[in-house]
């Protein structure tokens, strides 16, 4: 009786065994396919930031060259507009000058007619 006892246990540790090492074949293959799909889902997100990255990296470049020639053409406009504020002042004086010369040049014919029209007397 012994021995049917022994083999009942053995039987009943082994399918103990058997079915705790299923169990936990069960559970170790569900977590790695879960963690599988997880990383799957996260190499899918790494990939899309890296696109996302690159694609900003391309625009920030060619804003950056865009800005620059901005920066050059404004300059060039500064210069410009310089030149033809100091165009403008000289032309400014000169119209004022000839103000004063036409000012001067009546007070002259003036006193001349005013000289005439006395000594013509």
Known sequence: ????????????VATL????????????????WIAGR???????????AAKLIAGLEQRIETLTSRLDM?????ADCQKQHAKAEAEVMKLTA?????GIIN???????????LAQAQGGD
């Open 103 to 113: 000012q001067k040049a009546q007070a002259i014919v003036a006193a001349d007619r």
């Open 94 to 98: 000169i119209v004022e000058s000839k």
């Open 70 to 74: 901005v920066e050059r053409l404004l």
């Open 17 to 32: 065994g058997a079915s705790g090492g299923g169990g936990f074949f069960a559970v170790k293959w569900f977590a790695e």
């Open 1 to 12: 009786m012994m021995a049917s006892e022994y083999l009942e246990q053995i039987g009943a």
């Open 38 to 48: 997880l990383d799957k889902r996260e190499q899918r997100l790494d990939d899309t």
